[in-house]
Structure formats: C-alpha cells, structure tokens
C-alpha cells in the first residue's frame, strides 16, 4: 500500500471533519442579565451569528446591580432592566430605562418599583406601559413613558397582598394581552386578570385563573392569535393550557408534567417559549436541568416531544434567536450560556458549545 498517495486524502478528511458545518450568516446583539453577586458587573452584550451559531465580541454593556430580567421594547429603541434588590429605596427594587442602539446602552432613568425583589418586566405593544413584578413586594407597578423615552415617576401599582389574606402573594410575570394585563401570581397560585379604563387597570370580569393548589405559576405566554394560554407553574413542575371562550374568558384545556418519569430529585420549572410558528413549546427545569419540548397541535393542546439537557445547571430564562434554527440557555449555577441548535420540523435540540459567563439569568435578542 502506498502510504505516502493515501496520506494527502487522510489528511483532506480530517480537514473537512474539522472545519465549521455551518456558513456565517446574518448577526445580532444578545443581552444578557445577570446576579451580580458574583463575578458579574451588570448587563453584558455578545454578538450572535444566526448562520453559525456562535456567540462572540462581549461587552459590559452596562454595570447594574442585580439585572436579572431585560426587555427591550416592541420599536427596539429602548431596554428595561429591573434592579432585583430590596434596598433600592425604603420599599424595595428598581428599573432603569436605557436607550439602545447596536450593543450600545445609555441610561435614561431609574425609577424605585414600589415594592423588594422585582423580577420581571411586561411591555404593551405600543410600548406606551411597563409594568413590573415585585416578587417579594408582591405587587406589580405599571409605568408611563415620558418624552425621553424614560419611565414616569408616578406608577400605577396593584396590591395582590390585599388579594388574600391567607397566602402570601409573590408577583411573577407580567405580561399584556390586547388591552388587558395579565400577572402570574406564585404565591396566590393563580393568574390575575385586569383590564384597561380610564388610562388604568382595574380587575376583570374574570378576575382571577386559578391554577392547582400548590402549583406556583411563574412564567406564560399566549399564541399568535392571543386566544390560547400556556402558564409553566415552578412548585409543582407542570404546565397548563387554557383557551379563550366565546364569552371572553380562559379556561382550562389540559396540564401536563415537565419532568420525566421517575425523576425523584427536586426541580422547579422557570421559563415557557413558543417556536415562531407557533409549532412547538419549550420550557425549561430548574433541578432536573432539561428543556421539554411539546409540539402544538391546530386547537392548542400539547404533545410530549422529548426532553433535552441544558448541558448546565439551573437553567433560568432561554431564547430562540431571531432565525429560529437555535435556543440559547442562561444556566445560573454553572455559569455558562448553552447553544443548541432547533429542529424546525421535529422541535428537538441539538447541543452545540457554550460561553462562559457568571450566573447568567436573562437573554434577549435585539432584532
């Protein structure tokens, strides 16, 4: 055998098993909340390669402390980020209005939330309210915009602790639905309801959805159409479906477990996304350290897909990137930033490579 002819092809496949499989494609900054309590400084920013997948050039976007949930506004001109401290001022925590442009961020204001812990922030689709999640507070303020693009002073806040006296109420996620807003409420195991009048928001007719005792809703989101609701519930690790009816109101459709058979350990469900097509749902296991994975059926209900490891621990919140063909993972305990890259057609996930980066909680895509 002639070594020295095979040589050349030996070394033409190794090549080629080395090089990238995929081809650059187009670019776009990733923000990335974080605890500071460690080695992290405040809210960083990375370029994203939605051709290859990688994560590259971070920055310290800006120093804060404790920016533990980001959002940018439906214009993409603006990003809030909470301060999740209960020593802001003599209430609690904080938000702070940046004006964004590219990884750039510049400081607007900073408002006090009316209440210790906040950690979430939910946008109206003009963009005109912010409203915050005092978890420990257990309320939510809901903010106007000034001129600047900045957050008013004067917010409108929703007490849940006068709700029930016999629970302790912890104020979750926030999010707006047409003219309504919806909180997730852990500690009163349900989903508050309010509706817009008179410039602010008052209970609904259906005030309250009320999930399993015991059950903690933390995070939801609604399909394109608005009219189907999926509420990821932290203590009892499940997710539940409800559908609007023709009266207006959601009930309950189903509910499913997020963890897999036979897992005995402790975990507690964090974040819930819908693919772009609405085809499938992703949320993610604190404990068990997965992402489950639901294809959406035509009338919103779920089917088990799989279950894919976080390649991290403590998974907290997670995005799909703009193209849709990956989702990134904020793993707190392991500090790092997992990528996978997303099935379209089977929803599943593929481990790729990770960043490292202290105790990563948020991400999110300016696109």
Known sequence: MNLIKIAPVIMLILFASCSPSKKPGKTYPLFVGTYTDGASEGIYAYTFDSGTGLLSEKVLASPLVNPSFV??????????????????????????????????????NTQATK?????????????????????????????????????????????????????????????????????ADLGLDAVQRYQATDSIFVPHTQSRLAMAQGAGPRHFTFNAQGEVMYVINELNSTLTVLKKQADGGFSEMESHATLADGFSGDSYCADIHLSPDGSFLYGSNRGENTIVIFAVAKNGNLTLVG??????????????????NFLLVANQKSDNITVFERDAEKGTLRFMHEVALSKPVCLEFLD
Request: one cysteine or more.
């Open 71 to 108: 959002k940018i506004s439906p214009d993409k001109k603006f990003l809030f980020a909470v301060q999740e401290t209960d020593n802001y001022d003599s209430l609690g925590g904080a938000i702070t209005a940046f004006k964004v442009k590219d990884k750039r961020l510049g400081f607007i």
């Open 115 to 183: 209440g210790a812990h906040p950690c979430h922030i939910g946008i109206s689709k003009t963009g005109d309210k912010v409203a915050v999640s005092n978890y420990t507070g257990g309320n939510v303020a809901i903010y106007g915009r000034d001129e600047r693009g900045g957050l008013t002073n004067e917010p409108q806040v929703l007490d849940h602790k006068l709700l029930d006296s016999s629970t302790t109420s912890h104020a979750h996620a926030a999010q707006f639905n047409g003219d309504d807003l919806f909180v």
């Open 307 to 324: 279950r894919s490891s976080v390649e991290g621990d403590w998974p907290r919140n997670f995005v799909i990137d703009p193209s849709g």
